[in-house]
Each structure stands twice: as C-alpha cells, then as structure tokens.
C-alpha cells in the first residue's frame, strides 16, 4: 500500500509538499486566535503525537476551529485511508449516518469526546491548535481520500469522494517563486471553495489567513489587511458584505476571486471600483465537478469559447445544463444506495442551467429548484419536509426569490388545512409558529424569509408541484 | 420620513426575528456594525421592497453599496424620488 513517488509534480501526501517545498518554510496559517508555521507539521503534530494510531483508519475529522482543521488535514493526509471533512454547520443528528456510509473508525476533533455522544469502540484523537514536536513525520503510506459533505434533498448530507490529486488538479505552480504570496477567504476552508485555498497555500507556498465565524467582517478584513494579504476570494455575497464596510478599503489585493454563486455585472464592477489594480476573476466550481473554468475579462457569464478552451477539462451544455468531464471530478458519492455521481457518459451534471446570448453563457439558476443563499445550497424538498411537519399545514412549496445582497433567499408558499378554517388573526400566529418550527431545525439560511399563505398550489399536468425559478 | 420610518421598522422587526441584537439606529452608524448579518440585510431589502415598492440595489448595475445606515436611507429616498 506504499505510495510510489514517481512523480515529483503530483506529491503523495501534503506533508510530502511541504517537505519538499524547502525555502518557504516561514509561510503561516492564522486565524484570529493563533497561528502555526506550515513547516512545523513536518516533523510536528497538532494531534498530541498520537497520529500514527490513525495509520489506515477512516477519520471524521469533526473540528469547531478552522486553524485546527488545516493541522489534522495536513497531518492526516497520507496517513489515514480516509478523511471525512465536517463542514462547520454539521448536525450531530447526522452522525451516525455519515460514520457509517464512511465506515469511519476515528474522530479527530477539538471539542470533547462528550461532544459526540456514545461513540463505543471509535478512537478518538483530540486536536491542538498548537504543534508539539513528535509527529508520525514519516512518509506517506496511502493515497488517502478526501471526503467532503454537501447537503442532499431531504437534509442528510451527501459524502462526496476526492482524493489529494483530483482536489490540487486546477492548482498551478507558484505564478512566481520569488514573490510572496499571502492568501485570504471568506470561505470556510470545511467547504470545497475554501479547501481550495488552504492546499494552493500548501502547495504553492503562501501563507494564509483563515476568516473565523466569530469575527466581524470589518475586524477580518482589517486583519486581513495587517497579515498584507495579495489574494483573496469569496463568493459574491460574501463581497457584498465586505463592500458595505470601510474596512474594504484596508485591504489591497492584487487578486480577487469569486465563485460558489453567480458573479452578477453588479459585483464584479463595485469590486473594479473598489480595487481597481487587481485582477478580478471568477470561477465555476463544485464540489462534485470540481474547478472547471476561470471568467477574467470582468464580465458576467462567460464566452462559449471556453466550453472547448480548457485542455484538461470537458463541457458540454446537454438539456440546458453544464456537464463537466476532468481529472478534477470527484470520483462517487459514499455510501449504501449512494446515487451515481456521474452520467454514464462519465460526465458531472453540475445542474446548473445556461443560456447562450450573443456568444456568452448566463448562469440561470438550478434545475432541481436548488436554492442558493450567499454560496450555500438549500434544498427546497428539505424545508418543506419540515413546514409540512406543523398541524395546520396541508403542503407548501418552497422557492427562490433573487436578492441583490445574498444572490437568493428562500420563500415558502403555504396551503394551510381548510377545517377548520385559519381567523386572520390566527393565520399571523400559525406563520410565527412555523418560523420558530423552521429555526428549531434548519441552519438559519434554510428559514424561509417570508411565508405567504395561498389557495392552492399549482400541479403541473405530470401531477408533480410546478417548481419555477423566479 | 415615511420611508426612514419604515425602514427602521423593518430593521427591528428582522433584527428580532433572528435573535440579533441591532444597535442604536443612527445616520452614521456602519451597517456592518449594526448587529445584522448577510442574510438579516437581504430578508430587510426584500421585505422593503415588498412595502414600498423600491429595490434601490438591484435598479443599476453600478449602484454603490451603502455603507452606513444614512446613506441606505438615503438610497431610498433617492429611489423614491425617481420616476419609476
């Protein structure tokens, strides 16, 4: 099972890199607590010395911080078989679940064990945001998976599989070994999008300043600014937010990248307007298709050039969406009665819907009526799952409604039961009452921001509720 | 006055549906400062555009993103002004 280093272009683990990585040894990771020097995870560890007890073990790596996060990843890759990423707003109602269709033998985490609940004959390995010298160090031994969770319809998440080399395919060389290169993202590096910026730091040699949940964005962009940050990306809600505060002006990135949403012309000129030496550039990306393409000329959509520009990757746009075929795909979705990943063509349907105009591609949302709120999906069937769970409901319909400050929100269309017949004054009550029903069960950005009450819903003539994108 | 009123209506009123705590409500006020998160602003822009007709935001693609709670007042009350 020992990885053949065959290739200096493909490395076998991460720790591999940065060992080969030499001169950029001072590059950090830092989050608005702490700080660790890459070139410590080397010879050190994040995880008390006791890595090599994860040898060959599938590991939930299930941690509150970003920081600690990036340090088991990093030690863990090429030693584990697998690890599975919790993304930060992971529902511990679904981790029996996730253990089981990742045959997960091992929890690394920062929280304590009784975070977890019963978790019999699970190793579990706490996780430092600080590195002790005395880590496994040793060369990798397996190819590890990298496994990601994306949210699934009915809200149980789906496990997405990678591995170090389909993650790190768009990542290039470092554009110039000589310059510095500090990154920053609004992203959560638990979440594709921001994974990608944690491994071109690790791979590249750059440094990187990680966003923390519990900082405001004017105090993150400020230190942002004090870390010097050349590069930064986010999706555009994210930018929206960042633009509405003086502290964007604290900042002075040579690069800018958006994706996880559709760049509107909107964004992408208050960002030429607020930056207007960087190179503005967004991508389109996902978790299961991996990154497919890079837009840098500054305008939304993208030329249909690109569908046959792109050596490494293959487009299509087949009954109105875009299908990707690459070496960046992910490989399967984990687990018993998983659904297959990719067409049999071998292409990912991304689901996205194009539409061609005078020689450009516009992005027009989901086919399946995925709701996406500032770069996380919602799934409508989820929501009405639990809107329909409240007595006086008889169905609902949850749909998207564009918003110019997170790209999209969630509304629900809501048939209340006929007998008895809803007062007006007790309709206003049973609104409150589903709200609160959502809130106790949904991540704040599923509760629909309004709920109207309507007769009926329309069927369409296949009997199906007619889903449209507004 | 009608739309500054109903504007700080409808920052109270979603500040308290989402258990935020919103700060004192004054023209100079950061918006970023003020308690709200992404999604708190964008339930408040749709619902203002529900009540009074108006999305200042989404009328040009270079419209400037206000930065204080003045200057989002302000937008308004321009849009308001404008022949619709």
């Avoid at chain 1, 040699?205 to 400020?222: H, K, Q, V």
């Avoid at chain 1, 960002?271 to 000329?297: M, Q």
């Avoid at chain 1, 249909?304 to 795909?329: D, H, Y």
């Avoid at chain 1, 509304?411 to 007998?419: E, K, T």
């Amino acid at each position: 099972m020992r990885v053949q280093q065959s290739n200096r272009s493909e490395w076998a683990s991460l720790r591999d890199a940065l060992r080969d990585r030499g001169e950029f040894h001072d590059c950090v990771i830092a989050d608005d607590e702490a700080a660790i020097t890459q070139s410590n995870l080397i010879s050190g560890s994040a995880l008390y010395g006791r890595g090599g007890e994860l040898r060959g073990r599938s590991v939930l790596v299930a941690t509150a911080s970003q920081l600690t996060t990036a340090s088991a990843l990093i030690e863990l890759d090429g030693l584990a078989r697998r690890m599975v990423i919790c993304p930060p707003d992971f529902s511990l109602q679904h981790l029996p679940f996730v253990m089981e269709a990742a045959g997960a033998d091992a929890i690394v985490s920062d929280r304590p064990i009784q975070h977890f609940g019963r978790t019999r004959s699970i190793l579990f390995c706490p996780c430092s945001k600080a590195i002790a010298p005395g880590g496994e160090g040793g060369d990798a031994y397996y190819k590890t998976e990298w496994v990601l969770l994306t949210s699934g319809t009915t809200g149980v998440p789906k496990l997405v599989a990678h591995s170090l080399a389909s993650l790190t395919g768009a990542i290039g060389p470092a554009e110039n070994a000589r310059t510095k290169v500090v990154w920053s993202t609004f992203y959560d590096i638990r979440r594709y999008g921001g994974l990608q910026i944690l491994l071109r730091c690790v791979l590249t040699g750059a440094s990187l300043a990680l966003s923390s949940s519990r900082e405001p964005t004017a105090d993150f962009l400020a230190r942002a600014a004090a870390h010097g940050i050349t590069h930064i990306s986010g999706t555009p809600s994210q930018w929206r937010r960042a633009l509405m505060s003086p502290a964007a002006q604290l900042i002075a990135p040579e690069y800018v990248r958006l994706s996880g949403e559709i760049a509107d012309q909107g964004i992408l000129n208050a960002l030429r307007a607020s930056y207007p030496n960087a190179r503005i550039v967004h991508a389109f990306a996902s978790t299961e298709a991996g990154v497919a393409f890079e837009v840098k000329d500054g305008l939304a959509g993208f030329p249909a050039s690109t569908l046959e520009g792109i050596a490494e990757v293959e487009m299509k746009v087949e009954c109105g969406s875009l299908r990707i075929r690459s070496s960046r795909n992910a490989s399967r979705y984990l687990g018993k009665d998983a659904p297959a990943l990719k067409t049999d063509d071998g292409f990912v349907d991304t689901g996205d819907m194009l539409e061609q105009r005078e020689g450009r591609y516009y992005f027009m949302g989901r086919r399946d009526g995925t709701i996406n709120v500032g770069g996380l999906k919602v799934h409508p069937e989820e929501v009405e799952a639990v809107i329909n769970q409240h007595p006086a409901v008889r169905t609902s319909l949850v749909r998207t409604k564009k918003s110019p400050v997170t790209g999209s929100l969630v509304i629900a269309d809501v048939v209340l039961q006929r007998d008895p017949e809803p007062t007006r004054c007790n309709a206003r009550s049973i609104q409150d009452d589903i709200l609160l029903l959502c809130r106790e069960s949904l991540s704040s950005y599923k509760v629909p921001a309004a709920i109207n009450f309507i007769p009926a819903l329309t069927v369409a003539e296949s009997g199906k509720v007619l889903r449209r994108n507004a | 006055m009608e739309i500054r009123s109903e504007v700080v209506t409808q920052f109270t009123q979603v500040a308290r549906e989402q258990g935020l705590e919103l700060a004192r409500l004054t023209d100079d006020l950061e918006l970023i400062q003020s308690g709200l998160d992404s999604l708190a602003f964008a339930i408040i822009v749709a619902r203002l555009e529900n009540v009074l007709g108006l999305d200042p935001f989404s009328a040009s693609e270079d419209a400037l993103f206000p930065v204080t709670f003045g200057e989002l007042v302000g937008l308004y009350e321009s849009a308001a002004k404008q022949p619709q």
